[in-house]
Structure formats: C-alpha cells, structure tokens
C-alpha cells in the first residue's frame, strides 16, 4: 500500500525547534519530489518546503525560508522538516504529499497525489 506517514508534531514554546518526519511505504523516494504542507483553521492548504529526489533541488515558501530546513533520507525512504525560529503562526497541521505531476508552482496541491495524515504542530507560550 502506497502511503506517507507524518510524526514529530507537538506542543512548542515560540522560538523553539521540531523536527517532523514523513515516512514512505510502497514506493521508494529516490526520485520523487515530496513536499511539506500545512494548514491553520480557516486557511487554506499552503506549501512549506519541497525537495525534489530527481534534481536534489529544495524549495521554500517565503514565509519560512531561513528557518525551515527540508532534507531526506532516502535510503530510509524519509523525509525531515527541520523546524527553528517557530512562530505561532507557524500553528498548523502539517501534511507531507508526493508530486505526481508538474505544474507552474511547486506548491500546487493538485500535482500531489498522495497525502499523509498530517501531524499538528502548536506554538505557544
């Protein structure tokens, strides 16, 4: 069964780190791009970070460029989202989905096709 697998979520003073990790089962990651989501109630769905296994290049969304790190592991078929510097704007839902198609942005949810169940992230004092 083809499927993604969010943990490291939790409850984190502003200021403070996580790291988050996406698990993939029934396919290798090697040359998938996967990319990190979230989303806040009442928000739309918005991209994070994606790492490309094909080009090795990684993408960020102004918002958390400088202080999100993406990378992966894909001799364990992995996927981290290094998180520092959290805000608690940063209170979210995080999803890890895999692309299945191009499209103009890296961040358009429908060239994903696999999603996991996400892990929820809090920041607060």
């Known amino acids: 069964q083809v499927q993604l697998v969010e943990s490291g979520g939790g409850l984190v003073q502003p200021g403070g780190s996580l790291k988050l990790s996406c698990a993939a089962s029934?396919?290798?990651?090697?040359?998938?791009?996967i990319a990190w989501f979230r989303q806040a109630p009442g928000k739309e769905r918005e991209g994070v970070a994606a790492?490309?296994?094909?080009?090795?290049?990684?993408f960020y969304s102004d918002s958390v460029s400088g202080r999100f790190t993406i990378s992966r592991d894909d001799a364990k078929n992995t996927v981290y989202l290094l998180m520092t510097g959290l805000k608690p704007e940063d209170t979210a839902l995080y999803y890890c989905a895999r692309r299945i198609r191009h499209a103009t942005t890296w961040y358009d949810t429908m060239a994903y096709d696999i999603w996991g169940q996400g892990t929820q992230v809090t920041v607060s004092s």
């Open positions: 790492s490309s296994g094909a080009t090795s290049q990684t």
């Open positions: 029934g396919f290798t990651t090697d040359y998938w791009t």
